[in-house]
């Protein structure tokens, strides 16, 4: 019991590092505890180990580790995918040997023989999907097809070229330094699958995180069921236990005959535990995704909606009324002062509009039936 606490211990605690690094810099969270817990995980502390490192090893010894630095966590490479792979295909070798033999059980059915290979099949055919599809990246030859579907809002994107790609930027696009290109409508650049999650595999995405969070939560209800057909089996629904003092004899409770059979059996109670713990952490993930892509907003452009609302609260933030607006583009505008005319300060975010957010339903349809465009040489 004392592994099992450790190991949702540390599980949480990566956890919790997940969270400050993802969210540490929100304009909601940056000045609090979490914006200087992200500081430091992300600005003092590794300024002091690049010093310490720096004159530990010497010049040349520091050259070559920066590179493998780079490498390894600045560049696209497959280490997550391969340890993804591993996992995975490690932990359905175990269930298949040590599980796989207490199917058909007292509480599993033998068309559970039927299932598990399905759903093996359709993880890793959701997972080679979300890893091979382009993402939607922007080149010369596509570039105008993305600038004529997607249009400028004048607040979250306003016609501006690509330094590095030397493109014009359509609305909703950017660069990813990881994959060294513009991608359109990108969501954000995911390391599990080595590749952005943008306007062509963002259903390929959604159809891997549902799959792994049924697969995953799957794989848990069968260690439960497994576990449950062992306390009958081995007569522990029977026991009891004998008070030394009163001589009584007390059944013994379903969380201890269960924990017994975790003692014995840690195997399938291990692989039960990292099910249950991803599939609720992906699921977690999954809803927000979901969230996110029903108001018609990215993860890139959450973040830009918290600057903004974050300009309004500093009074920051004015807007042109309609009858002096010549275009889109010029109708909002951050400012430090207001002594330009005919503007008004935006007290709200509610005076803005999502010109992408075209509804809840037409939001989904948009993202798991995108736009066609020509592909990428």
Not at 159 to 187: E, V, W
Not at 261 to 280: F, M, N, P
Request: proline share 3%.
């Amino acid at each position: 019991m004392n592994l099992l606490l450790i190991a949702v211990a540390i599980l949480l605690f990566f956890g919790l590092i997940v969270f400050i690094l993802l969210f540490g810099e929100s304009p909601r969270l940056r000045n609090g505890i979490i914006g200087k817990a992200n500081r430091a995980l992300t600005v003092y502390i590794p300024r002091w180990i690049i010093g310490t490192l720096k004159k530990v090893l010497g010049p040349k010894n520091w050259n070559r580790l920066s590179h493998l630095w780079h490498y390894c966590f600045e560049s696209r490479n497959p280490f997550l995918q391969i340890f993804f792979m591993i996992l995975t295909s490690g932990s359905i070798y175990l269930f298949l040997k040590y599980g796989l033999p207490h199917i058909p059980g007292i509480y599993l059915h033998s068309t559970h023989l039927i299932i598990i290979p399905s759903q093996i099949v359709s993880l890793y055919l959701s997972y080679y999907m979300a890893c091979t599809v382009d993402p939607g990246t922007i080149t010369a030859e596509n570039v105008q097809q993305y600038l004529d579907h997607f249009k400028y809002d004048g607040l979250l994107y306003q016609p501006k070229q690509c330094s590095t790609c030397r493109l014009q930027k359509p609305a909703r696009s950017k660069h990813c330094s990881m994959c060294k290109a513009c991608i359109g409508r990108l969501d954000h650049h995911c390391f599990w699958i080595n590749r952005c999650v943008g306007v062509n595999n963002h259903r390929f995405f959604f159809i891997f995180l549902f799959t792994l969070v049924q697969f995953c939560a799957y794989g848990a209800y069968l260690c439960f069921q497994i576990y449950r057909g062992m306390i009958i089996e081995w007569g522990l629904d029977a026991a009891y236990v004998i008070d030394k003092k009163t001589g009584q004899h007390s059944p013994i409770t379903f969380r201890k005959a269960f924990l017994h059979v975790l003692q014995k059996d840690r195997i399938i109670g291990a692989i039960g535990i990292l099910a249950t713990v991803v599939s609720l952490v992906v699921f977690l993930f999954f809803l927000y995704q979901l969230y996110l892509a029903g108001r018609g907003i990215t993860t890139n452009e959450a973040f830009k909606w918290e600057l903004i609302e974050d300009s309004i609260d500093r009074g920051e933030l004015w807007l042109e009324e309609e009858n002096t607006a010549t275009n889109d583009k010029d109708k909002v505008k951050k400012r430090m002062d207001g002594s330009k005319k005919r503007q008004r300060k935006v007290e709200s975010l509610e005076e803005l509009d999502n010109i992408y957010d075209e509804g809840f339903y037409r939001n989904l349809y948009n993202v798991f039936f995108p736009p066609r465009m020509k592909k990428a040489a």
